[in-house]
């Protein structure tokens, strides 16, 4: 069970005095720079798949979900059948911030949110199988869209840089104190709601 007497790290680390508007921009700051995620599904046995994918654009003021393009043929539509419930996590080498997104995933092949999300590049993942039908292009019966609707988001932004970092890890292992060389940030799900409610008006 979670003690925040015990994990004193948490509990200096925790930032509480952003608004969600703030939160979520530091958020997109991230996934900007990363531009690949990685898409965990659950399969039938239970074991953990993990993939790297990367959102499909464009990204509109305020979204807060995640929508892949995917060929429906493959294995993560089965275990997205099985367990909806999937994490996206991204990682920056360069800055050492992350972002873990938990929430569920919804299936579709609309046309329009296809044509809106699809863009040239995405028929490499697909080829045309040349029986004219699986063409490759964006009306490919295999294109679907996954939309990961996130419940709860926490993210890490460096207030040092690595250097910095290295010397508040070292200071703390000798002093006996606890390193907290950035910021976690916790978008609720009361907040993601609220920012949903204002996108969809």
């Known amino acids: 069970m979670a ?5 004193p790290y948490t509990a200096k680390a925790e930032e509480n005095n952003l608004t969600p508007q703030e939160k979520i921009e530091g958020l997109y700051s991230i996934i900007k720079n990363v531009k690949v995620g990685i898409l965990t599904t659950r399969s039938a046995d239970g074991h953990l798949h993990a ?16 929508v892949f393009i995917a060929n429906k043929a493959s294995h993560k539509f089965d275990e997205i059948q099985n ?11 360069s800055t050492t911030n992350w972002a873990s997104y938990a929430g569920t995933a919804k299936v579709s092949q609309d046309t ?12 490499a993942w697909f080829g045309d199988l040349g029986d004219g039908v699986h063409k ?39 002093t006996g104190k606890t390193a907290a ?21």
Request: avoid cysteine.
């Open 83 to 93: 367990d909806s419930h999937v994490n996206v996590s991204f990682y920056d080498e």
């Open 51 to 66: 993939r790297a994918m990367a959102p499909a654009g464009p990204v509109q003021p305020n979204q807060i979900s995640l």
């Open 136 to 174: 490759g292009d964006q009306n490919d019966p295999r294109v679907a869209i996954i939309e990961v609707v996130p419940e709860e988001i926490r993210y890490w932004v460096a207030t040092r840089s690595k250097i910095g970092q290295a010397v508040d890890v070292a200071f703390s292992a000798i």
């Open 3 to 7: 003690n925040k007497e015990l994990d």
């Open 112 to 123: 329009e949110k296809i044509a809106k999300h699809w863009n040239a590049t995405l028929s």
């Open 181 to 201: 060389p950035g910021d976690l940030r916790t978008i609720t799900t009361n907040e993601i709601q609220l920012v949903q409610g204002l996108t969809t008006k």
